[in-house]
């Protein structure tokens, strides 16, 4: 157990050093965006500063809890860590949906109202270029990380950095088609429709990680830190049942729910049987506090 704390610490301070370097990249790259996108007044650099700032918050989370749980290497916090994995999936999620919202109602405003390309967006074309050549190169590391381990803190981490990436990709061309087509009749409305159709297309890939996020935080089935100490209990009064089938559990506000379906032999007797329920629920007691044991006979 402590050797798998150990790796799992590990990789943690891993996607630590991920999130914290996607967050002091996206700083300054902020601060660019602002001030090109107000200089040169493109939509398309406007929604990628609001996109930045999305993702900055979106880093910080996942900063936050991986360091978290890197420092608690034993994992015992209230909720366990499949609870924190579920909530900072869930609002790095909805962090990225109302931005992409924002990019959606900003991108229709401007679609009735566009403007003609300004000769500012070559420099950034430069700094897109940079930012997309940092933001790969995390992509690579995520992924490194994505292959020794799996959970919502790193499918969140791991579509964030996705997201961010693609999002330089379409940003860089689309700055670029801009620049190179400037003084065209129609080059202002390829912005708009760009960033509407973008945007609709990542909202409907996020709903289904969402969801799932959220319906890992609703369910009332108790974590694997619970579980595991349960059957540490049960390990611990092994001889005093015959059988032993499985264990349901769940909660409802402070109380744990613990059914235990376990077997006895026919010839035990009723006191027999009575005295071991007596000693499991004990041990059980011992492990998990404040819980309410059942015993469900299988046999």
Known sequence: MNENNEKAASVLKKQQKVAFFQLLAELPNLTVL???????????LLVDALGSVTFIIQAWVIYA???KLAKNENYEYDYGMGKFES???????????????IVLVSSVM??????????ILLYAIIIKLVNTGFDFWLFLKQRKIN??????LFDAEDHIVKE???????SLAAIAI???FREGVFVAYFEPVVCIIYSIFMIISIVKPLKQCAYD?????MDEDIQLKIMKAMTAGYGLYDSFDTVRTRSSGQKVYVDLLVGFNEEKTYAQINEAYDKLERLVKAEVPNCIVSFVMTK
Do not use: C, E, H
């Open 34 to 44: 602002i001030v090109l996108a107000v200089m040169s007044r493109s939509l398309i």
């Open 65 to 67: 809890i991986s360091k």
């Open 87 to 101: 909530f900072g999936g869930l609002i790095a999620n909805l962090l990225l949906q109302i931005g992409l919202m």
């Open 110 to 119: 401007v679609l009735f109202d566009p403007s003609k390309p300004s000769d």
């Open 147 to 152: 292959k020794m381990a799996s959970g919502k």
């Open 164 to 170: 961010n990436l693609a999002f330089d990709f379409i």
């Open 178 to 180: 801009l620049y190179i």
């Open 217 to 221: 935080l609703l369910d009332k089935t």
